[in-house]
């Protein structure tokens, strides 16, 4: 089983699964844009319950971080299966998935899914691309930057090098009153107060050399 934790200079995780520090996540790539504070959304959101763990795991990450062709699209697409530690108290997950590597202003969200029922620990490959999916039952996805519902992969421009992409989660005490039209800042704002505890789980990806 390949697990991104042996990655340690990839992934960055405390008692409750923030980033020790969080300035130095892997931002500084020659072509990486420099963003606010608040670029990605793990930064800014403080969990209520400090010191609660919560661990992020995926197979789709290679040994060297690396995230497998499947899972990008320039391969199948699909979102990768995931899997996380039990958080006490959960009612619900969330995950956003973003990339501030992208030569935007703001990190490029490839994916938007909450109300991920508590009693889950993990995700299946290829969840459904819609605004409520069967799998999980009772989630809601908003669309990505690219403008479809769900799980867009990673399909960075040639020439930008190497994009990192944080896949974060967040254990909320309770689903959210939010419907799929809801974009990132909404999705923050609407899980303030209601974190328990958070971790992130980066993976690369760099344009092949032929597309």
Avoid at 3 to 27: D, K, N, Q, V
Avoid at 187 to 203: C, K, P
Wanted: glycine share 10%; hydrophobic share 40%; with cysteine.
């Amino acid at each position: 089983m390949r697990l991104i934790l042996a990655l340690t200079a990839a992934l960055f995780i405390t008692s409750c699964g923030r980033s020790a520090t969080r300035s130095e996540t892997p931002m500084s790539h020659p072509n990486t844009p420099q963003h606010s504070p608040e670029a990605l959304s793990l930064g800014r959101i403080t969990p209520r319950e400090p010191g609660v763990t919560l661990e992020l795991l995926s197979t789709a990450i290679d040994i060297d971080g690396t995230i497998e062709p499947r899972y990008t699209a320039y391969g199948d697409n699909v979102s990768p299966p995931l899997r996380w530690t039990a958080v006490p108290g959960a009612g619900a997950y969330a995950l956003i998935l973003e990339d501030p590597d992208a030569p935007i202003e703001k990190p490029f969200v490839h994916w938007l899914i909450w109300n991920i029922p508590g009693d889950l620990t993990a995700l299946p490959e290829g969840v459904p691309n819609n605004e409520t999916p069967v799998t999980p039952q009772g989630a809601v996805q908003a669309k990505n930057d690219n403008g479809s519902f769900g799980y867009f992969g990673p399909r960075p421009p040639a020439g930008t090098g190497l994009h990192h992409y944080h896949i974060q989660i967040f254990a909320l005490d309770g689903p959210l009153t939010l419907h799929g039209d809801a974009d990132i800042r909404a999705l923050v704002n609407a899980m303030q107060g209601r974190v328990l505890a958070d971790s992130e789980l980066i993976g690369t990806f760099e344009a092949p050399a032929r597309q």
